[in-house]
């Protein structure tokens, strides 16, 4: 975990730095895993972000019985799906630990040990707690874009792992993108015609 920077920074902004700061031993994934991030970042081989330019937030899907119409939509669609459940914790960890959002009294140092120590508490309720009411409460709540601190601004270049944003790597994903694509689809309109 990396804690330290104001609250009001882009998240692309911290994670730039940790994949560029080699002390701070960025958690790469298990080859055939990877993050899911929003379309700001860049593909990767440890990044799947969704298609750019095509409609993707899961509220765009909601109240008009609207289904999606290409494969890239549905791509877009499950891809926010699983983007708001990471919003939503961060958005029930500050509901949780209220003093996340006003630390301003506080030294850095100290911020970050209430930062580091709020995570683990909150980790270690949704571990042992089947019945996390915070989360049940939340659950039905759709988030807006940008609601939680875990929207992006930019896109994530190079870092300290240069090889995994190379040209091939990029592509590489771009083209496993297109296979999970290409399936949901398929399963998708076996199961609706």
Known sequence: MHVG???SAHVWLVMQEALSNLGFQ???PPRGLYYLVNSRY??????LPSNKSIRYQAQEFRGFARQPRTPLELFNYRHSSLYMVIERCFRVLKVRF???NDMHSYS???QRLIVTTCCVLHNF?????HSDEMFHAWEGQDLEPGDASTSGGARVKGGGNEEAFSPQVQQAMSQFRDEITTAMWAK???NHS
């Open 26 to 28: 960025f958690p790469w």
């Open 98 to 100: 209220p003093i996340l």
């Open 42 to 47: 860049a593909i990767g081989s440890a990044f």
């Open 125 to 129: 309720i949704r571990m042992y707690s």
């Open 108 to 110: 850095q140092s100290r």
């Open 5 to 7: 920077w104001e609250g």
């Open 188 to 190: 998708y309109i076996g």
